[in-house]
């Protein structure tokens, strides 16, 4: 297998250790002091030239240092601060018996000249090994409490099901179906209307969807929504609900309304998989998560726990262990990761509402794809415990909904839940109402910053339909404000550092275990293969650099409401035939789909993904507007108003089903 691929490697080798040569030559060698250029010269003296020539190319800031000025000193607002400088992920796309040599390099000893190219090719050690950054690292995005965060009442002090009536009632939502109606999707507020009047009961709706769940893995191809779903166990719940709507002893709102759990969490009767085969034999779930428990006392069906990339490492959303989750637009596309089966099964109308999680867009990123809302909370409003993995610096969990009021609905109930891990964490504020659509001006007084070079780095009908859509919100008041967000490239490298280190370390057993690492799929094997090696003093430059952008954020949000890119560069990614059989390594689309989403993981901030049409080809765009820190309540209000105001444009997809009644 290796001699297959001796040209390739041998030129990476011979490149990579005259590479190594030169760090040594140049560190030994190095003189003279930083500049007012801020430009360290590091002489070649002791190397030929043709060493340097032949590195040039992989080596292009070898020998300098260059330093930041602080992130303090710079203005967001002027056009001229800095020139747009995200780059995209540089890596080969991986599949068959390459997939599987690349995993198995990875393990051997040529892995630390593959890593090495990679990571200079993507800028990895120019910018956490060759850059000075002023700021001192910021290891987890806690933000502070501000007086507009402080509510007269915190509904996250009330029960699951008072919060669940408190939002029922900001949501505003119509409870009763009409017949424009019957080619949108059943909301929880109307479930909980038909289950009232008796015009259907939580028994046949779960019945119903475990009839097309069915079906769903008949067709061709298979839609994969779910990893697990125990039908006794729906049934059961159903039947319980039903009984209390008989006796009018419901136990809130949200009684009987179905939802689904992305299988990262602890959901009885259910073993947590996080995608893979192996982890109920790590880690048994004792009880519900924090999350899942508060929905469970709202008398809410769980389903079942919903499909996901393994070990939620990509946005794609490829699972080889229980089959790929399919796009319910268009069956041959990818629903987005990691949440894929949370995203897929709202939007094929069998749940209103899932929980998903979100440490790279994993909350987003499918919600774009399926044509749905995805809310990621801000960071901190998750809790301690209730799953096999730890609490990490850039994941949230929130809700994917198919509506805007439904996101609201979940949210309110599973808003800190459980212990935080970190405090003060603030209060759940909601909106005092969803607009009705009678406001003439109901953005009037907002100012959503663009930063318009990142705003257009996305295919032209994916563009124009969120421009059409910032010109909804600004004919409903809304101004929006040129901005400039430095040192965006900085901050991808950074995100992907930190993401890649906490799995890594999250996954150590595995790693370390070939019995394990062996039953990952060849695409997760590459991915914690690289990370594995980072090291600890770049890990800490991340950090600095999060502190950076948390700066530049900051300064945004002092001029700014909310900041809008697209959710997505592109539409859900298409499934290439040669992936069905051994999966694939596809780090540059990954690395394309986080375009947008990447930089609020990595501050902290919470942000909201809203369909606002489709292209030619008939896939969902989304909208992203990201907010001030714990600000949902506001995300969900903007969201509400656009909502309304495009769902004209909004199609529902191909695989569709109403969970009262017959698939369409």
Partial sequence: MPCMLSPWLLATVVDEYRLLQIRLASLCMQRGSYSDAHYLPCPFDAVKDSDRTSVAALQPNMGQLKRLQPAADASVLSADLQTYDLKTVRAPRLVGWFLTAFAWLLDSWLSLPIRTVLERANGLPQILGETVVPERPLFSPVHALSDTNLVSRDIGLESSATKAGIAFNTAGVARERTKRDRHMYWSAAQLSSAYTSGAVTPTQVAENILQHVAHSQQSEPAMNYFICIDTQAVRTQAAQSTIRYQERKVMSVLDGVPYAVKDMYDALPYQTTCGTTYMPSLHKAAQDHPMVAA??????????????????????????????????????????????????????GLCPFAIGNDGGGSIRVPAACCGVVGLKPTWGRDCVGGGPKGVTSLVSTGPIAATVADALLMYAVIANAGEQHIGPVAPVNLPPSLANGSERHPMHGYRIGVFWEWFNDATPEVVDCCKAALNVLCAKGAETVPITIPDLDAARVSHMYTFGSEAASCHMQELQSPHLKHQLAADVRITLGIAKSFKAQQFVQAQRIRARMVTYMEKAFNAVDFIATPTTPDVAPAIQPDVLQAGESDLSTVGQLMRFVFLSNFTGHPAISLPVGHTSQGLPVGLQLIGRPWAEAELLYAGSILEKAVQGSVKLPKRFCTVVGSAS
């Fill in 295 to 348: 929905m469970r006392a709202c008398g809410a069906i769980l389903v079942g726990k919903s499909n996901m990339h393994e070990l939620g490492l990509s946005p794609l959303g490829l699972n080889m262990h229980y089959g790929i989750p399919r796009n319910p637009h268009n069956p041959d596309c990818f629903a987005g990761g990691s949440s894929s089966g949370s995203a897929a099964v709202v939007a094929a």
